[in-house]
């Protein structure tokens, strides 16, 4: 890892492209000033809800603290139309910012669910501030530059497996807004990237029934329904030796039977398949049933597959990509700039996965990465996300300081889409013709 700078407070940031007109380049390089004026001023909010929010860790769809939170400070600004326990569900919300002019519609997403007993160690505390801010700062250019368009920030729940976003999308939150572009960032200990791919993944339950038997006296009257499963995970075993990089297969035997004297009737276990595109997972995931089958026939016993949450890859917009790419690049120290170009997406890709995915393949999408400190105090480098390290950076100020400079990239990439006519027919136009988007 490269040695990162800290975050100064008064960056100007300044016009990533050529406008069409003068008086879009005038707006354009007026926006930079308001939105990281705009940003400076209410930064010592957004550090607040975000301490509020990491020390009252809910996990998925329990995030009523955050939720009120959130949404009361959302509330308190003139010009937002806030609708709380959005689209059925307790803990989602939509925040509408109506400029009440024809014009494009940018929008954001905050999360803020943590993860069960280490609380926020994959920093949805900072995601939901800097979303905000940059909703915010956007919603402030409009209005001042007299903008047409409308930006919206979802809460989006229960990212950590739950979905949130996918129920969103599902219930009709996106199109009943006319979303054009979704756009937001997440904080690790990976170089800071605009062009983040993550994991497709699929998650599965299996059980096995057979039938019991005093396993020394008559074995042979049973069924063994925990060799089924140690000969699936087996095979399972074998079959990685046969998969591409990026393939991973995750196992855990969840019951493995009652005594070790009795055939076991039942066992079962809880199986995640990830793979770089969601093409390649549908493939694997079919090898991994046979595996489950092959159990099955060796020992005469059932099988039950439970099909559990699944989230497609994230398909980064690359037109989004170079405009948020610019604008953070005129903040960034020397060594945490984003590269240019094909740089940029070799070394941006991830295997974690997120419900961030299955919107970038509704819309076209943004899910930017962002660096934080997660060091001792001699600089060794400590836990990533999903660590109690990772959960204590990110409660730091120079990570709430990150999470800033990320919010006002933000909201220069929404402003340049809102003003920028031909950056929004790049961007769809990429969109359309991505034959890595499942249409």
């Known amino acids: 890892m490269a040695s990162h700078g800290t975050i100064d407070d008064d960056y100007i940031i300044i016009a990533a492209h050529a ?74 919300f939509v ?33 939901a501030v800097a ?24 809460g989006t729940p229960a990212e950590e497996g739950g979905g949130g976003k996918i129920k969103l999308l599902n219930a009709g939150a996106y199109s009943d807004h006319a979303v054009d572009v979704s756009i937001m960032a997440h904080p690790g200990t990976s170089d800071d990237a605009a062009l983040v791919r993550t994991a497709a993944y699929t998650s599965m339950k299996i059980e096995y029934h057979g039938k019991e038997a ?29 998969t591409q990089p990026g393939d991973i297969i995750q196992m855990q035997i969840t019951n493995g039977g009652l005594r070790p004297n009795i055939i076991h009737a039942y066992a079962s276990g ?45 398909v980064p917009n690359a037109a989004l990509g170079k405009t948020y790419r610019h604008f953070w690049n005129q903040m960034a120290h020397v060594h945490n700039r984003i590269p240019e170009g094909q740089i940029d997406i070799l070394i941006a890709p991830t295997q974690a996965s997120t419900d961030q995915g299955d919107i ?24 990533g996300p ?25 909201a220069a990439t929404a402003v340049e889409v809102l003003v920028n006519e031909k950056l929004l027919e790049e961007v769809k136009r990429e969109f359309r013709d991505s034959p890595m988007v499942c249409k």
């Not at 955050?66 to 989602?92: F, K, M, N, R």
């Not at 999903?386 to 933000?410: I, K, N, Y």
Request: glycine share 8%; net charge negative.
């Open 214 to 242: 005093h396993a020394a006296a008559r074995p042979w009257d049973g069924i063994n329904a925990l060799d089924a499963l140690i000969t699936a995970y087996n095979a399972i075993a074998v079959l990685r030796q046969q």
């Open 19 to 92: 406008p069409s007109s003068a008086s879009a380049e005038a707006t354009v390089l007026d926006s930079q000033s308001l939105i990281s004026d705009h940003i400076n001023r209410i930064s010592k909010h957004m550090r607040r809800i975000s301490l509020d929010i990491h020390d009252h860790p809910e996990t998925s769809y329990k995030e009523v603290h955050a939720h009120a939170a959130l949404t009361t400070y959302l509330s308190s600004v003139p010009g937002w139309d806030v609708e709380c326990s959005a689209y059925g569900i307790d803990t989602a």
């Open 386 to 410: 999903h660590t109690p390290d990772f959960e204590r950076a990110a409660a730091t100020e120079e990570a709430h300081g990150s999470a800033m400079q990320v919010a006002m990239a933000l």
């Open 270 to 314: 809880q199986f995640v398949v990830r793979s770089s595109s969601q093409a390649r997972l549908d493939a694997l995931v079919v090898r991994v049933k046979a595996c489950f089958e092959a159990g099955a026939t060796a020992t005469g016993a059932t099988l039950k597959v439970t099909q559990g949450s699944s989230y497609k890859d994230h």
């Open 131 to 154: 979303s905000l801010a940059a909703a915010l700062a956007t919603a402030h250019v409009v209005e001042r530059a007299g903008l047409g368009g409308k930006v919206v920030l979802f």
């Open 360 to 383: 970038s393949h509704a819309m076209p999408s943004l899910h930017a990465g962002f660096w934080i400190r997660s060091e001792d105090g001699d600089g060794k480098q400590l836990g």
């Open 95 to 127: 925040a509408v910012f109506d400029s009440n002019k024809a014009g494009p519609v940018v929008s954001f997403n905050a999360e803020y669910d943590a993860l069960q007993g280490i609380g926020h160690a994959c920093g949805h505390n900072l995601i």
